[in-house]
């Protein structure tokens, strides 16, 4: 398993943008797919985006696509999650997990980081 760790979040404005990386420790990060979900008070854990080790190979949910890049730099065993166009919607807190599988289940995910915060305010 690999140790995730995201940072990043915080409290902005609507129509605002944040950036969130997540850091891993692990030799092995470059043969991992990477994911992002988000957990909104009350609600089940979703997803987000994904990447795979082949940076061309992504895959977004339908709420932020054309809203959200995701991205890594396997020299720096790091991924990281562009927001742009922030809505009260997107507010949740966001982890950042590692799997083996092309999958976007929740369950599929062998490690998990410890979440960060983000708040957008209207």
């Known amino acids: 398993q690999v140790q995730l760790v995201e940072s990043g979040g915080g409290l902005v404005q609507a129509g605002g943008s944040l950036r969130l990386s997540c850091a891993a420790s692990?030799?092995?990060?470059?043969?991992?797919?990477l994911g992002w979900f988000r957990q909104a008070p009350g609600k089940e854990r979703e997803f987000v985006a994904r990447?795979?080790?082949?940076?061309?190979?992504?895959a977004y949910a339908d709420s932020v696509k054309d809203r959200f890049i995701i991205s890594r730099d396997n020299a720096k065993n790091t991924v990281y999650l562009q927001m742009n166009s922030l809505s009260p919607d997107d507010t949740a807190v966001y982890y950042c997990?590692?799997?083996?599988?092309?999958?976007?289940?929740?369950?599929?995910?062998?490690?998990w980081g410890q979440g960060t915060q983000v708040t957008v305010s209207s």
């Open positions: 997990a590692a799997t083996n599988r092309w999958s976007r289940t929740t369950s599929d995910y062998d490690s």
């Open positions: 692990g030799r092995t990060f470059s043969t991992y797919i």
């Open positions: 990447i795979g080790w082949r940076t061309t190979t992504i």
